[in-house]
């Protein structure tokens, strides 16, 4: 089981940026995988999630109305849109799963990609 995410770079505020996370050596929408950030100095949080249904769960409110989940399944890979940035999303920005069905905000996943760093700055 390997993720790969990418996409990240620098932006300016009010900007956006996609990410990718493509996974290998399973199949992604079998599966719950979700996108979580860590900024300078604080703690990983969850950010949005996607289950195998396809059902968006969001994990912070600051988030609702500028990010958006998706994946491809031929592509075997999930995305994160993110609009109208703000420099509190910067962050190193990691996709994860525990190969479960059910999301949740847990950081205890067992499968990580290696990060994407996005910079929101003018």
């Known amino acids: 089981v390997q993720l790969q995410a990418s996409g990240g770079g620098l932006v300016q505020p009010g900007g956006s940026l996609r990410l990718s996370c493509a996974a290998s050596?399973?199949?992604?929408?079998?599966?719950?995988i979700s996108w979580f950030r860590q900024a300078p100095g604080k703690e990983r949080e969850g950010v949005l999630c996607i289950s195998n249904s396809g059902a968006g769960t969001y994990f912070q409110d600051s988030v609702k109305g500028r990010f958006t989940i998706s994946r491809d399944n031929a592509q075997n890979t999930m995305y994160l849109q993110m609009n109208s940035l703000r420099p509190e999303d910067t962050a190193v920005y990691y996709c994860a799963t525990d190969l479960g069905f059910r999301c949740t905000a847990s950081t205890a996943k067992e499968y990580w990609g290696q990060g994407t760093l996005v910079t929101v700055s003018s």
């Open positions: 050596g399973f199949t992604l929408h079998y599966y719950a």
